[in-house]
């Protein structure tokens, strides 16, 4: 995924002026981790948003030495710590590469100094935002109201192949 990828991307998401992701360009840095590196460790605290353009990331929260999955992103998806981003907390979640993985990463603080100018980009994060508690409550809804079985099924159709992958 390179840039004019990222870019078809986030203006599918809220369209962006030109200038505004020029700017938004020069935030940006590309990152590599290896498989089993962190992005994020629990207890941590976090800078930076992440745009992911290869490789699988895992999110995991830790209770009593056992890990329980919480979500996956793969390309195309933003695994970002975000309530410890927001709330300038420490992070309660462990994000774990489960392939090498690719990602674009920028600061947060950068990012929002540039919303005065370009309102376009403060849309931006607000439909990022919007999407992500969309999923999160349906995600919930569904993991409280299913069987195992069930949420198995589910989550081998929303994301393929990544059985087999990880």
């Given amino acids: 995924m390179d840039h004019a990828d990222i870019f078809s991307k986030l203006n599918s998401l809220?369209?962006?002026t030109d200038r505004a992701m020029d700017e938004l360009a020069e935030l940006f840095e590309a990152i590599e981790i290896e498989k089993k590196?962190?992005?994020?460790r629990e207890g941590s605290r976090v800078s930076f948003?992440?745009?992911l353009t290869r490789g699988v990331v895992r999110v995991y929260y830790t209770s009593d030495e056992?890990?329980?999955?919480?979500?996956?992103?793969?390309?195309?998806?933003?695994?970002?710590?975000?309530?410890a981003l927001l709330s300038q907390s420490p992070s309660t979640l462990s994000f774990q590469a489960l392939t090498d993985c690719r990602l674009v990463r920028f600061s947060y603080q950068k990012f929002r100094t540039l919303f005065g100018e370009h309102r376009c980009l403060e849309t931006l994060m607000l439909r990022i935002l919007e999407q992500e508690w969309i999923k999160k409550e349906s995600h919930d809804i569904r993991m409280v109201t299913n069987d195992a079985t069930t949420n198995y099924l589910f989550f081998r159709k929303e994301y393929p192949q990544l059985e087999n992958l990880i």
């Fill in 37 to 40: 590196e962190y992005l994020v």
């Fill in 14 to 16: 809220s369209p962006l």
């Fill in 49 to 51: 948003c992440y745009l």
């Fill in 66 to 83: 056992t890990e329980y999955n919480k979500t996956f992103f793969i390309p195309g998806m933003f695994p970002t710590a975000l309530t």
